[in-house]
């Protein structure tokens, strides 16, 4: 048995860290299909002032002045004017073209970028000269596939860069450009030393182990891979706060008619709108928006967009904001403190409360209150502004309670990191009893190098090709 953990043991290793990036490297740049080069329209699709074709890949200058007019005595990273010819020779268009030697690059490749006027038109007829004279279209993320390949970036940097695109929020963008520049990398490095350390203190145990020499103590195994393990669960945990970065959350409005819900809920709106070029989700019968609360995309759901109705029940809005609760993540519950409370504002405050989070407005606050304002409710009035400011640190407080720990020390918001940093944990966790349960070192060892794999799966040093591909199809083309 003790052979064959040792031949076990021996896959696992060979498997791990450096080893495995080059064997997964090496299968995807010997793939032809990564060693050509790739041209993208890199701005987004419609008109504007400049629009940017990006050519990566060894003959990019050489396919490009294929299609300009003149040699080009091109200089690393120097605009040079250039007019882009069709296949007869005719003038499609003048620009800027900038050349980024390898490996100074975003792809670590010889990169070109030809600026141009932002039509889609000139832009997609010098695409199509640039493919008719050897260029390739690029794929969904295959630049930044390429960047990751040439070790310019790491997983989660790439990850980030396409979080940074797809920010709505200026905190989100703000939490993707640290992750840019390796922060999560930087964060996992310490837990890694230390479960590699660990590994090579036991690897160590078992070449002395014939004479009988114990270089690792059961106590110090265990509390040293817990050590690991309570770091990386922490991280893992700080994923509740990052969802709602990255993901945003629903807000329900609902109150009687006349309650103010479509102005509080424009007041929340403010300049803080969010933006969003996705409508999807909206429902015809209410009307949402997001918009940036404490940084976190809140969608907002107003129900007071609905159309009138003769049914009595369905006017009081109560079936259709029991659904819109039903939905979200919070509700807010406005009431008319100018009003004596009614008994639909109580029938709301029940369903706020059976369907999950909810909070209390009581909105005209500048208004004589004819009802008494209830514990915990928030005055606001969304006619003159006062209280929204504390409704959004309520909102915030109530969405994200432990937003503060999580954004001093670092939080994940991809739940691939997630899923990796909470296998590593239990495989630690693994490790610790079978330790405790005097099982071989050997084993042990299997353990902890199965944390390990999932370390090194997030910062994309063991990723198989399948999930890179995965990864790098969720960016969009030219990227
Ligand atoms: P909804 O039917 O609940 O969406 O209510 P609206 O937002 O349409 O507001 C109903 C009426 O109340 C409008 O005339 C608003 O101008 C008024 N209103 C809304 N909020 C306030 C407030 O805070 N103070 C005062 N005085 N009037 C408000």
């Known amino acids: ?37 790739i041209a ?17 890949g060894s003959r990019a200058r050489e396919i490009c002045s294929a299609i300009l007019d003149g040699a080009v005595t091109w200089l690393p990273r120097h605009a040079h004017l250039i007019k882009v010819l069709d296949e007869e020779r005719r003038e499609i268009d003048t620009g800027l073209a900038t050349w980024f030697p390898s490996p100074h690059s975003y792809t670590g490749e010889e990169v070109v970028e030809l600026s141009l006027h932002g039509s889609p038109v000139v832009l997609r007829a010098c695409l199509e000269r640039l493919c008719a004279v050897g260029a390739r279209l690029a794929q969904p993320g295959e630049f930044s596939l390429r960047a990751f390949i040439n070790g ?29 520049s390796g922060s999560l990398s930087r964060r996992l490095a310490p837990a890694k030393k230390d479960l590699i350390d660990l590994i090579s203190l036991l690897e160590a145990g078992i070449d002395f182990a014939e004479d009988d ?18 770091g990386v669960t922490r991280l893992a945990e700080s994923f509740g ?31 803080d709108r969010a933006i969003v070029t996705s409508t999807a989700g909206t429902t015809r019968d209410t009307i949402s928006e997001t918009a940036a609360v404490g940084g976190i995309p809140v969608k907002l759901v107003d129900t007071a967009g609905v159309r009138e109705s003769s049914d009595p029940i369905e006017s009081l809005g109560i079936e259709r904001s029991r659904q819109a609760l039903a939905d979200a993540d919070l509700t807010v519950v406005v009431l008319d403190i100018s009003q004596p409370l009614t008994p639909e504002d109580h029938q709301l405050i029940t369903f706020a409360r059976e369907s999950g989070q909810f909070l209390i407005v009581a909105n005209k606050c500048d208004l004589p209150p004819r009802a008494a304002v209830l514990s915990g409710v928030v005055p606001v009035s969304a006619l003159t502004g006062e209280g929204i400011d504390a409704l959004r640190e309520r909102i915030v407080a109530a969405l994200a309670p432990d937003g503060g720990t999580a954004q001093e020390e670092g939080f994940i918001t991809s739940l691939r990191h997630e899923r990796l940093l909470r296998d590593c944990a239990n495989d630690l966790e693994k490790a610790s009893r079978a330790a405790e349960d005097a099982i071989p070192h050997e084993m042990v060892l299997l353990d902890f190098y199965a944390a390990l794999r999932s370390l090194d799966a997030i910062t994309g040093a063991t990723s198989a090709d399948d999930i890179l591909n995965r990864i790098f199809a969720t960016f969009c083309i030219g990227k």
């Open 241 to 271: 706060y990052g969802r709602l970065v990255h993901e945003g959350v629903t807000l329900a409005i609902v109150g009687r008619p006349n309650v103010g819900k479509s102005s509080l809920f424009n007041r929340i709106l403010g300049q």
């Open 152 to 180: 310019r970036l790491d997983l989660p940097q790439a990850e980030a860069v396409r979080d940074l695109i797809e920010a709505t929020t200026l905190y989100q963008a703000r939490v993707a450009a640290q992750q840019v």
């Open 40 to 56: 993208a329209v890199s701005t987004p699709p419609g008109r504007g002032g400049i629009g940017i074709v990006r050519v990566s």
């Open 1 to 37: 048995p003790r052979r064959h953990v040792r031949r076990c043991r021996a896959r696992v290793t060979a498997g791990t860290t450096a080893d495995l990036k080059a064997v997964v490297t090496t299968a995807i740049v010997a793939d032809a299909a990564h060693s050509d080069t």
């Open 213 to 230: 020499i114990s270089v690792a103590t059961t106590v110090e195994i265990t509390r040293r891979a817990d050590a690991v393990r309570a």
